[in-house]
């Protein structure tokens, strides 16, 4: 953290001003809140108490209600151009303090759904009574990620949704992300019950590599992996204000990785979310639940903030026995095959070069010729023998944040952060994350105009081991202590010799014989139970040596240091933010993850810069906005992000939203794509920083290699990495159609370039093409002898450059009839444009054509809360590194039920994810996902 204390000496730098508005958390500008309309601040009622309270530090206080006479629970109260505030009890009541010696303040009230206050007092006041109209939108709310400043979410410029912190309190899922699937044109996929990644408009993965996750602008995304752990190691539900989703291209204002979208947490301000909150829930597969938040004001200056969580669970297991797209074999095949959930098949091809003559220690081993050209692979083992007994999933997350008011418009917050998970992640393979972790630092000093934010993140491993390496050691590891005949050597020997005894013997047919064969072979396989397996298990993942042990092991550092600035250049609405970033990666792994082989940590940085003007005309009704980034790296070109938006308002009150935008964005390769060096033995991973000469396995015709012949026609070459990137057209609507009733629609077309993937091949480690020589010398050990030639398999990541187009639509729509019964549901499109693509070529689009949700909700009996979400998702292709195949159509029915008694500020909950208990899989090697229910108590005391 030594990097952030000279951004602090800067922070004189930042002019402040009152502001417009009273600002929100989780925002990086000021805020502009929607004016009072003059009939409902007239309709707040002052008194005036009988003692009143030292003018230099006097009290401001009282209850918000509605306008039928009911308490606002949760509604923010903030004195105007200021970032004092406070937000209401279970019974509408508030308090805070404010000083009179500049004569009157004004004090903003703002709630969702109903029209923003602005109440003027004149002196010191404690029995407030403040009546909320409401909105003649209701969807007043404000996001802050659109365009880096505060607005109308109506009025955003491009496709975005908001979650507030009540409809998170109401999401059901084992954890938020996967909630977040109710919204039109997300797609979650759920690796297990704490791993969820999430995609907007295709190109779905298990790993969310082209979404960002911040959470108060931090990324979550581990240093090492670019990736974000799902909220395994987030912040926890009860300290969440809200959640903010933009769709589609962002990297105009957010850099690298956001190609498809932004997800942004934020976190609730001590200063505004005081007092003590406890979350308590109990249920299905063991189910345990805690949350604590406290927070604090300590005098007017400061205020503390202490978040804890635990969670733990019976994970959900991965049991798909359907053969992998890659098995040589059909499901079911007397041979053997590869099943999609299974680990350590090993297969092997039987060949006239296996055969031995005899020497004076070995018998004569002669295959039998019918068994030439067949492939065999032993059974493996499935994901619940690899992880063992250990079937957990947990959870533990610790926060403290202090805040200190340098002015009533300039903060100071330091923050800590620990999260520690265990999981199971799918890449290339399925990994059992076992206590994986970040431990996260913030310094940020914030103002009306802007802000200067200095974080640092450092990632661990843990105990995390990966399940293909672990089953293909153990295959690999002598049959006894000490032994020289390996598991995998002895079930092929077996399967041979049995075939011929079979045959020859016993006279079966062809098929019966390799049943009996197999049924031999399957009798040397170790099994889970075998004491042998177990040991054997717990030596090789506590081992992380690559090629010997399947135990990961990086500890990397990401230092981001960022700052913005806000400018008013005109009253004709003329407004300019800029900005400016620069991060850098300190990547370690002990030489057994990175190419660090020489002690040091790898040092890779990247910086840009970033501007918006942003202009209103028509009175308002028109607002035009133009917004570019420039992306320096260290090993990559520059990179132009630039972005065009338009929205026209029109309607009584603005209700009509039309908006259009046009964006650039993209993607840079992983740290692991640039400076990945893991060698496994039989095949070495690299990272692309200089490109590669090498040979494909077979040509174009699909015709295998065999010594002496040409390897003309299988000739590779990989260009050094460079940028994916996406451009991206989008119109759309969001407003209320008819009182009442709201709608949101988007059509998008994209062009995508430059898709990173990864291939391998045969070559050498130095980037340089074998010699035909080397390549046949390296063919009897399958490229595994260093001494017979120092030619490898070989697998890198590399660009395609095959363009490819995708298009889509989404529309919601919700009807707020009652607050006992809001009925809403949304559609969304995605459609891959083949058109110009080769047969057979794989986009890794993942993402079903059609998807829709159903949902009602409300209040009824004032204080009983319910909620209710059908998904349905079509089923469709997945490719993806681990496995390709098809995903089912699956749906999954949700559902929430809380009853608050506001006296005691409790609130008694029961909830159920996938009520009926449908058995989902939402990715090709995931596990299926069944019914969790739970109850719990939640406790808000002021």
């Not at 994970?315 to 959930?341: E, H, K, M, Q, T």
Request: proline letters at 5%.
């Amino acid at each position: 953290m030594q990097q952030i204390y000279p951004v602090l000496l800067a922070a004189t730098l930042l002019q402040t001003t009152a502001l417009a508005a009273a600002p929100t958390s989780g925002g990086d500008a000021p805020v502009t809140a929607a004016k009072a309309s003059p009939k409902a601040t007239a309709k707040a009622k002052h008194k005036i108490a009988a003692k009143l309270p030292d003018p230099a530090e006097a009290t401001i206080g009282g209850v918000i209600l509605t306008n039928t006479g009911e308490p606002l629970p949760g509604a923010t109260i903030f004195i105007k151009g200021t970032f004092i505030g406070t937000s209401t009890d279970q019974l509408g009541k508030f308090s805070l303090n404010a000083s009179f010696e500049n004569g009157p303040v004004e004090i903003l009230v703002a709630y969702v759904g109903f029209e923003t206050q602005l109440v003027k007092v004149a002196q010191p006041d404690n029995l407030l009574n403040v009546v909320m109209a409401p909105s003649a939108t209701l969807l007043n709310e404000t996001v802050v990620s659109a365009s880096r400043v505060e607005e109308n979410i109506l009025r955003a410029p491009v496709t975005i949704d908001k979650v507030s912190g009540r409809q998170i309190e109401r999401i059901s899922t084992p954890e938020v992300l996967a909630g977040l699937g109710q919204l039109p044109g997300v797609d979650v996929n759920s690796a297990s019950m704490l791993f969820t990644s999430v995609s907007t408009r295709g190109f779905n993965t298990a790993k969310s590599e082209r979404v960002i996750q911040l959470v108060d602008y931090m990324d979550t995304a581990l240093p090492s992996l670019n990736l974000s752990p799902g909220n395994l190691v987030g912040i926890p539900e009860l300290d969440m204000e809200s959640i903010e989703l933009i769709h589609g291209p962002a990297s105009a204002l957010y850099g690298a990785n956001a190609l498809s979208g932004v997800v942004l947490f934020n976190s609730k301000d001590p200063f505004v979310y005081d007092g003590l909150s406890v979350r308590l829930r109990g249920g299905q597969r063991e189910l345990l639940d805690g949350q604590l938040r406290y927070a604090k004001k300590l005098g007017e200056k400061w205020a503390i903030k202490l978040n804890a969580s635990a969670f733990q669970a019976n994970d959900w297991i991965a049991n798909n026995r359907d053969a992998a797209s890659f098995s040589s074999n059909p499901a079911g095949s007397p041979l053997g095959y590869d099943a999609v959930s299974s680990y350590g098949e090993i297969s092997n091809l039987f060949s006239p070069f296996q055969n031995r003559p005899a020497t004076p220690t070995t018998p004569e081993y002669k295959v039998n010729p019918e068994l030439y050209g067949k492939t065999v692979h032993m059974p493996g083992f499935t994901e619940q023998e690899l992880i063992g007994p250990d079937q957990k999933t947990r959870s533990y997350r610790v926060q403290g944040a202090v805040s200190y008011l340098i002015k009533d418009d300039l903060k100071l917050t330091v923050e800590a952060k620990r999260g520690v998970g265990t999981s199971t992640y799918q890449n290339q393979s399925r990994f059992r994350i076992k206590d994986l972790g970040t431990n996260q630092y913030r310094a940020e000093l914030k103002s009306s105009k802007g802000f200067i934010r200095a974080y640092s993140t450092e990632d661990f491993t843990g105990n995390s081991y990966e399940l293909t390496q672990l089953s293909a050691l153990i295959q690999n590891s002598p049959t006894t202590e000490g032994g020289s005949t390996r598991y995998n050597q002895l079930y092929f020997y077996t399967f041979n010799q049995a075939y011929t005894q079979a045959r020859e013997v016993n006279k079966l047919s062809i098929v019966e014989a390799q049943l009996a064969a197999k049924a031999a072979a399957d009798a040397t396989q170790l099994k889970g139970s075998d004491p042998r397996f177990a040991e054997l298990r717990s030596k090789i993942i506590a081992d992380d040596q690559p090629g010997r042990g399947a135990q990961q092991n990086f500890n990397s550092f990401l230092n981001d240091i960022s700052a913005q600035r806000s400018f008013h250049l005109s009253d004709a609405g003329t407004d300019l933010i800029l900005g400016g970033a620069y991060r850098e990666y300190r990547l370690g792994s002990g030489g057994k993850l990175f190419s660090d082989t020489d002690g040091s940590r790898i040092r890779n940085y990247e910086y840009g810069a970033y501007g918006q003007l942003t202009q209103t005309l028509l009175q308002d009704h028109l607002k035009l906005a133009l917004a570019g980034r420039v992306d320096m790296f260290q090993n990559f070109d520059p990179s132009f992000s630039p972005r065009a938006s338009a929205v026209y308002s029109f309607g009584k009150d603005k209700q009509h939203n039309f908006r259009a935008s046009y964006g650039q964005a993209f993607r840079s390769p992983s740290q692991t794509d640039q400076y990945l060096r893991s060698d496994v033995r039989t095949f070495i991973l690299l990272g692309n920083l200089n490109g590669f000469e090498g040979y494909n396995f077979t040509n174009a015709e699909g015709k295998s290699y065999t010594p002496g012949a040409s390897l003309a026609g299988y000739e590779l070459s990989l260009h050094k990495l460079k940028l994916e990137r996406v451009n991206t057209v989008e119109v759309g609507y969001k407003g209320a159609i008819v009182p009442n009733v709201y709608v949101d629609a988007s059509y998008f077309r994209s062009r995508y370039n430059d898709f990173i993937g990864g291939t391998a091949f045969v070559g050498l480690v130095d980037g340089t093409r074998p010699t035909k020589e080397q390549v046949n010398a390296g063919l009897a050990s399958n490229f595994t002898n260093p001494a017979a030639s120092p030619a490898r398999i070989i697998f890198a990541a590399h660009n395609n450059s095959q363009e490819v187009r995708t298009q889509g639509a989404t529309v919601g729509i919700t009807y707020y009839l009652h607050k006992a019964l809001n009925i809403g549901g949304n559609y969304s499109l995605n459609v891959l444009d083949r058109s110009n693509l080769p047969a057979n070529f794989r986009t890794y689009f993942n993402t079903p054509k059609h998807k829709y949700n159903l949902n009602v909700g409300g209040t009824v009996l004032r204080n009983l809360s319910y909620s209710l979400n059908y998904r349905w998702v079509e089923g469709h292709n997945q490719e993806l590194p681990f496995a390709n195949g098809y995903v089912r159509t699956y749906r999954s029915t949700d559902a929430y039920l809380g009853y608050t008694v506001p006296k005691l500020a409790t609130t008694l909950q029961a909830g159920v994810s996938n009520l009926f208990d449908t058995n989902n899989t939402q990715i090709i090697g995931g596990p299926q996902l069944g019914r969790l229910a739970y109850l719990g108590v939640l406790v808000n005391v002021k």
